[in-house]
Each structure stands twice: as structure tokens, then as C-alpha cells.
């Protein structure tokens, strides 16, 4: 999943101070002269496409359509909007209510309002805590997550439905999934056999398949909720 780049730039400068050649760092070098070529090998950072936030939760409200909002603090004392839908995952059944913990993930390639505090519309949430390890993310061909943290390798002991909750028989690759695990080895990418595995709904792109992530995101839609979140928070001022 990593790739490299070679990038070279001209820089205009004068480095009448440094030795005829000066090495900065594994892999840079720079000769000293006015015209100084610079020539470096870059590693790609690779960001996943489900981001989380966690914390404590401080109130809830209700839309019109049905939908919950729930303002949640960090323990930086930040804050943030949860917009919980019908096509909200949860992975356990504790009730939500003021006072416990909550984990929100989202797509984070998904168009956002730019607010504060920033509002959140979640795809999966975990409401207080759990010994396993969760993963939200897109998986490759190779059931590697997009940002390279995570390789899954599925048993016949591996539980693995839908997220309607049915038994789940397709492929895996370039989906969405949420993956529960304990136990990982120490590698990058690090490497589990999942204790469960769930595939979300919502499609997966992956420069594989060469699709514009984004391009079955209804983005008119998103923002049309979130108006209406903003719109029954301040009304229930």
C-alpha cells in the first residue's frame, strides 16, 4: 500500500556557511553553490478513510425525522456534534445516556460543513468500552486497510455478518468493514485473524478499482441533514 516519490527542487540559496557537500538526513544531500539541487525520498503518508472521536456523552437531542444529536466531550475538554441515524452501526447494545463513553467513527471522505464544534454524521459507534481492538476502514485486494495498519486473515472461526446483523458470504476485498480483534502481531502492517467481522453497507473505493471515492456520496443530502441538526439546536435553546 506504501508508495515513494522522488521529489526535486531547485532552491536558490546561499550556503556560504556549509561544507561543499552536506548530508541532512538519511537519503537528502545538498551540495553547497548557489543553484543547489536537493533531492530527497519522500514516503507517502497513507490516512484511513474512518475517522473516531471519543468521549464522554453530555446531552441528547432529537430532529424532527428521528434522528439524535449528542454533544460529546473529549477529555481535552473538546467537543463535538454525533448525528445518529437509522443506518448507525452499533457494536454492543449498552444504552446510551449522559455520563458514559462514546466512540464515534466517520468517513472521513465524506463532504463536512466546516463548524465548530464539528458535527459528525456516525457510520459506527461504541458506547462505553471493550478489551478487544476495533478497526473501522476500507480493505484492499490484499485485506490490508487503506492506511496500512491492518492485515485480516478470516478463518473458519471468524464470525462475519452484515450489518443488519445475517450471516455475511461475499467477498471481503474493497469493503468497508469493522473488524474486532485481540490478539495482532507487532509488523507493519500488523497482522490478526479476527474475532468478527462486519461489512458495512456502504460501498468501498479503492485506487484498485480506480473509482472517485465520494462518487456515491448523496453530499446534498449530508448537508441537508446537518441544517436540520443545527436548526433543532437552536430551537431547543
Known sequence: MKSKKIISAVVTASLLTLPTTTALGAGVEIAASQNTVVSASVEEVQQSNFKSFKGTVKSMTETEKGNKVIVVEDSQGGESHFIINEKTYFI??????????????????????????????????LVGDMKETVKVDLFDNNLV???????IKVDKDTEIIS???????GQLENKNLVVIYDIATKSIPAQTKPIKVIVLDKEGNTPENDVKEGSNIKSNEVIKLIHQVLKSLTVNK
Open 92 to 125: 454492543n447494545d449498552t444504552k446510551i445516556e449522559e455520563g458514559v463513553t462514546i466512540t464515534g467513527y466517520y468517513d472521513a471522505t465524506r463532504p463536512m460543513i466546516m463548524i465548530y464544534p464539528p458535527q459528525y454524521v456516525i457510520d459506527v459507534a
Open 145 to 151: 486497510s487503506v492506511d496500512n495498519q491492518l492485515k
Open 163 to 169: 450489518q443488519d446483523g445475517t450471516k455475511y458470504g
